[in-house]
């Protein structure tokens, strides 16, 4: 151990007023000593000198070995320094929620070609020019859902938009201060010190305001972009009547003012963004910067074995087992490294359970859903439970992915992305796989794929099972399934489940072998390719092609069946 002299110093030097109690201790030692002979009460004190035997230094010696301890632990505690270590540094931009208003207001047109159109195309904006930091996205009519949990991804979120509309929600309204409770909500559980709202509608009410004051209160800051113009336009409400919408910009700051944020009316440029201060992510004074940085390490443990040793000596007995306890107990006050092996006897269960979630998320990543599947099973959490459910849906193992998804959710009742995948899972059990023109004569069927991941939280990608709160990840947000494949007619079911599932098998495999085939080379142009198939070359790609043209892309409808189970759910729960 080389100690630079010139570096040492104290990391907290205010310890060493503890030794002003050295002379305390040692007069209460002396003042003890005195009382506790009894002699001292039955003889004179210029005849106690000459009946006592001779043992002052020994008892002098005990006063020097506690005083001695007494400092060797003020100093510790002081913590001594001479030396620098790497430091590892990081960097936790606020995140954004973006709260969006699909009342059926949001159809009026004084903002040509609507409103809703303009709100789309500031969004995009937004997710392009955001530099860094996660975003999320809720929609509210009478209630709030959410789009896209907290996600660094933004280009993920923006394949949603042009899924928005009244049409989505399941009842019209304008529920601001739902979408304010469920933004703080969703930063909460990303384990989010601070964060940002940024509220998009016309109007707001005196509800709005308070649900603002309160997210103020929790460290989340509420601004205001407002959608539309003074003089405003005409639209159809949700039960057919017309009225007219108009930029209400008084409540609309009342609102910004309450949450400690700005109030902006929406315009044709990205002006408006700037001066909400939405495009650059917010730091606070505790978050540090990426990379690597030095700090001192603190050395007071060096003094705890000498400290011990001394201990040793306020015992008069059985002396040899206390020699045996101390020595087992200094290399355990020594730090242990951080990257001890894994398995050792010292490591907790959680960290264990830590490992194979890492090991689970990096096996889902490569596309290994087995070995994923093999790290997560027994991971008794919600993360644990929910990457469980989209490994076994990733296998097509929809009902055990169900069952998983339902021990996520008796976990933490109401996870939106457990929620979520849970009934894009059920939809596609539900499903049966569509037709295909047989092969060889056995009139085996293409497959129906297996639910591939969609959205992301904080600290996870698209396509990958989440790290955890505060990973978290690991990290990193939880998928969405997307909507699984098309049906086939309700009169022509299946008979035989165990054939199907062999032939969905085949099928894939051959629509990988035919697109291969297509790829080999790349000089060819699309025509030249096709006139050199042979004629079951061109059957199988035929297949393929209309296999593709039946899989349903629509964000749209995916986004309705999310929030109407949402909504069944939330009736149950009187909600």
């Given at each position: 151990?080389?100690?630079?002299?010139?570096?040492?110093?104290?990391?907290?030097?205010?310890?060493?007023?503890?030794?002003?109690?050295?002379?305390?201790?040692?007069?209460?030692?002396?003042?003890?000593?005195?009382?506790?002979?009894?002699?001292?009460?039955?003889?004179?004190?210029?005849?106690?000198?000459?009946?006592?035997?001779?043992?002052?230094?020994?008892?002098?010696?005990?006063?020097?070995?506690?005083?001695?301890?007494?400092?060797?632990?003020?100093?510790?505690?002081?913590?001594?320094?001479?030396?620098?270590?790497?430091?590892?540094?990081?960097?936790?931009?606020?995140?954004?929620?973006?709260?969006?208003?699909?009342?059926?207001?949001?159809?009026?047109?004084?903002?040509?070609?609507?409103?809703?159109?303009?709100?789309?195309?500031?969004?995009?904006?937004?997710?392009?020019?955001?530099?860094?930091?996660?975003?999320?996205?809720?929609?509210?009519?009478?209630?709030?859902?959410?789009?896209?949990?907290?996600?660094?991804?933004?280009?993920?979120?923006?394949?949603?938009?042009?899924?928005?509309?009244?049409?989505?929600?399941?009842?019209?309204?304008?529920?601001?201060?739902?979408?304010?409770?469920?933004?703080?909500?969703?930063?909460?559980?990303?384990?989010?010190?601070?964060?940002?709202?940024?509220?998009?509608?016309?109007?707001?009410?005196?509800?709005?305001?308070?649900?603002?004051?309160?997210?103020?209160?929790?460290?989340?800051?509420?601004?205001?972009?407002?959608?539309?113009?003074?003089?405003?336009?005409?639209?159809?409400?949700?039960?057919?009547?017309?009225?007219?919408?108009?930029?209400?910009?008084?409540?609309?700051?009342?609102?910004?003012?309450?949450?400690?944020?700005?109030?902006?009316?929406?315009?044709?440029?990205?002006?408006?963004?700037?001066?909400?201060?939405?495009?650059?992510?917010?730091?606070?004074?505790?978050?540090?910067?990426?990379?690597?940085?030095?700090?001192?390490?603190d050395e007071g443990f060096w003094l705890?074995?000498?400290l011990m040793l001394l201990s040793l000596?306020?015992?008069?007995?059985?002396?040899?087992?206390?020699?045996?306890?101390?020595?087992?107990?200094?290399?355990?006050?020594?730090?242990?490294?951080?990257?001890?092996?894994?398995?050792?006897?010292?490591?907790?269960?959680?960290?264990?359970?830590?490992?194979?979630?890492?090991?689970?998320?990096?096996?889902?990543?490569?596309?290994?859903?087995?070995?994923?599947?093999?790290?997560?099973?027994?991971?008794?959490?919600?993360?644990?439970?929910?990457?469980?459910?989209?490994?076994?849906?990733?296998?097509?193992?929809?009902?055990?992915?169900?069952?998983?998804?339902?021990?996520?959710?008796?976990?933490?009742?109401?996870?939106?992305?457990?929620?979520?995948?849970?009934?894009?899972?059920?939809?596609?059990?539900?499903?049966?796989?569509?037709?295909?023109?047989?092969?060889?004569?056995?009139?085996?069927?293409?497959?129906?794929?297996?639910?591939?991941?969609?959205?992301?939280?904080?600290?996870?990608?698209?396509?990958?099972?989440?790290?955890?709160?505060?990973?978290?990840?690991?990290?990193?947000?939880?998928?969405?399934?997307?909507?699984?494949?098309?049906?086939?007619?309700?009169?022509?079911?299946?008979?035989?489940?165990?054939?199907?599932?062999?032939?969905?098998?085949?099928?894939?495999?051959?629509?990988?072998?035919?697109?291969?085939?297509?790829?080999?080379?790349?000089?060819?142009?699309?025509?030249?390719?096709?006139?050199?198939?042979?004629?079951?070359?061109?059957?199988?790609?035929?297949?393929?092609?209309?296999?593709?043209?039946?899989?349903?892309?629509?964000?749209?409808?995916?986004?309705?069946?999310?929030?109407?189970?949402?909504?069944?759910?939330?009736?149950?729960?009187?909600?």
């Open positions: 151990m080389n100690i630079d002299w010139n570096a040492l110093h104290l990391l907290r030097p205010n310890a060493l007023w503890l030794l002003l109690a050295l002379p305390l201790i040692a007069a209460l030692w002396y003042w003890r000593r005195r009382r506790g002979s009894a002699w001292h009460s039955a003889v004179d004190a210029h005849l106690l000198r000459h009946l006592l035997v001779a043992g002052g230094q020994r008892a002098w010696g005990g006063l020097m070995v506690l005083l001695l301890g007494w400092t060797l632990a003020v100093v510790a505690l002081a913590g001594p320094s001479w030396r620098q270590v790497a430091q590892p540094l990081w960097q936790s931009p606020a995140p954004l929620v973006v709260a969006l208003d699909l009342s059926s207001r949001v159809t009026a047109t004084d903002l040509p070609p609507s409103r809703l159109l303009q709100a789309r195309a500031k969004l995009a904006a937004l997710l392009r020019e955001r530099k860094g930091g996660e975003v999320a996205l809720l929609v509210y009519a009478d209630d709030a859902y959410t789009v896209a949990p907290l996600t660094a991804d933004t280009a993920n979120v923006a394949l949603y938009l042009d899924a928005l509309g009244p049409d989505v929600m399941p009842r019209d309204g304008q529920r601001a201060e739902r979408a304010l409770d469920a933004a703080v909500l969703l930063l909460q559980q990303s384990g989010a010190r601070s964060g940002d709202i940024l509220l998009l509608t016309d109007r707001a009410d005196a509800a709005a305001s308070s649900a603002a004051t309160a997210a103020r209160r929790q460290g989340v800051t509420v601004s205001v972009l407002g959608v539309g113009t003074p003089t405003g336009a005409a639209y159809r409400s949700g039960d057919g009547q017309i009225a007219q919408a108009r930029l209400e910009e008084a409540s609309l700051r009342a609102v910004a003012s309450a949450g400690g944020g700005q109030y902006a009316r929406m315009a044709s440029d990205d002006g408006d963004l700037r001066a909400l201060g939405v495009l650059t992510p917010k730091t606070s004074m505790d978050d540090r910067r990426d990379g690597n940085g030095m700090a001192w390490r705890l074995p000498p000596l306020a015992f008069r007995r059985r002396g040899l087992a206390v020699v045996l306890v101390t020595c087992l107990s200094v290399p355990l006050a020594l730090p242990t490294p951080a990257h001890a092996a894994e398995g050792t006897w010292w490591t907790r269960a959680d960290q264990v359970d830590q490992q194979a979630l890492g090991a689970g998320v990096e096996a889902y990543r490569r596309g290994d859903f087995k070995t994923a599947q093999a790290q997560f099973d027994g991971i008794d959490s919600d993360v644990g439970w929910y990457n469980l459910g989209n490994a076994l849906a990733r296998q097509g193992q929809y009902d055990a992915a169900i069952e998983a998804y339902d021990k996520a959710l008796r976990k933490t009742p109401g996870m939106p992305d457990a929620v979520a995948n849970r009934a894009a899972v059920d939809a596609a059990r539900k499903r049966k796989p569509p037709s295909a023109p047989p092969k060889d004569g056995q009139g085996k069927q293409p497959p129906t794929s297996p639910p591939s991941q969609g959205q992301g939280q904080p600290g996870k990608d698209a396509g990958q099972p989440p790290k955890q709160p505060g990973q978290q990840n690991a990290g990193q947000p939880p998928g969405t399934p997307a909507q699984g494949k098309d049906t086939q007619d309700a009169g022509n079911p299946d008979p035989n489940p165990a054939a199907q599932a062999q032939a969905d098998a085949a099928q894939r495999q051959q629509m990988q072998q035919a697109l291969q085939r297509q790829g080999k080379d790349g000089k060819d142009t699309p025509a030249q390719r096709q006139a050199a198939e042979t004629p079951q070359q061109r059957e199988q790609r035929q297949a393929v092609e209309a296999w593709m043209r039946r899989v349903p892309d629509d964000p749209g409808s995916l986004l309705r069946a999310k929030f109407q189970l949402e909504n069944e759910r939330r009736k149950r729960e009187g909600r």
